[in-house]
């Protein structure tokens, strides 16, 4: 049976991880091990579950425990879930529960770059993607979309941060990832020296379209995108193998760059 505790004093400690906590305090929680990120709604909790995160606690509304989450109230009968109504959670995160239920988790080490490349064909490399919401779709593209793994530049956003995993709608625990701690030549010398053709997605004269032959032949690629705006470091571009332009129409210069993933993805994806 679970600890169930209902919430009438919003400041003890147990609840600092969901309210005054920031998220690269949560990343920090336990330093020097792996920290806590927080999960939001039960699709997203589901998933991570399955991909065997650890669950800390839950936050939940009431009608949440013996509803849409039941189950996952049942299967986490070990650790504490903590209720109230949603105007007091509101109170407590600072936002509204849309979703009715957070979780926190324990993260996990990260595997290496090479470990997740190891069988993988075809990989995304984000290079310096700030925007959580981007995050969070990228990876969902790439999830949906026959991409194997995903590797990040330390210049990205963190994968589990809230808002990303909730725009990942949990596809984030669904494909492997890492960060890489090489400079942008040195990772894609990496990516060579592993097999892996590279291909640079940006809005150059001298590229090639998403539909070259060649390109799509590739039996191992790895599709790099860049930061909003800027787009990816020319030091970048010239490394890749490949400039990989996506033909625009009406005038239109550029795609955002989540929306520019899932055409790209859906083109040479491993499908």
Not at 35 to 44: D, L, M, N, Q, R
Not at 146 to 171: E, F, N, Q
Not at 248 to 257: P, Q, R
């Amino acid at each position: 049976m679970n600890n169930i505790t209902e919430i009438t004093d919003l400041l003890i400690p147990e609840l600092s991880m969901y309210s005054n906590t920031n998220e690269k305090q949560l990343f920090r929680y336990y330093e020097p091990e792996p920290g806590i990120f927080i999960a939001e709604s039960a699709k997203v909790i589901r998933r991570a579950l399955e991909a065997g995160y650890e669950p800390l606690s839950i936050l939940a509304e009431r009608k949440s425990i013996t509803g849409q989450a039941a189950d996952i109230i049942e299967k986490c009968s070990s650790i504490p879930v903590y209720t109230a109504d949603s105007s007091v959670l509101t109170g407590i995160t600072g936002f509204n529960l849309t979703q009715g239920i957070l979780c926190a988790m324990r993260r996990r080490t990260l595997p290496s770059v090479s470990e997740i490349c190891s069988d993988a064909a075809r990989i995304a490399v984000l290079e310096d993607i700030m925007n959580q919401t981007n995050v969070g779709a990228v990876f969902r593209s790439a999830a949906a979309l026959g991409i194997d793994a995903v590797i990040l530049t330390r210049g990205c956003s963190d994968p589990l941060y809230r808002r990303s995993v909730r725009v990942s709608m949990g596809t984030i625990f669904q494909i492997p990832w890492t960060f890489t701690e090489k400079s942008e030549t040195d990772y894609i010398s990496e990516l060579k020296n592993m097999g892996f053709a590279t291909a640079a997605m940006a809005l150059e004269d001298d590229s090639v379209t998403i539909d070259n032959p060649e390109l799509m032949s590739e039996k191992k690629l790895a599709i790099i995108l860049g930061t909003e705006g800027e787009g990816l470091r020319n030091s970048t571009i010239s490394s890749c193998d490949y400039t990989v332009k996506i033909p625009m129409s009406h005038g239109v210069d550029s795609l955002n760059v989540a929306a520019a993933s899932a055409v790209a993805f859906w083109q040479l994806g491993n499908h």
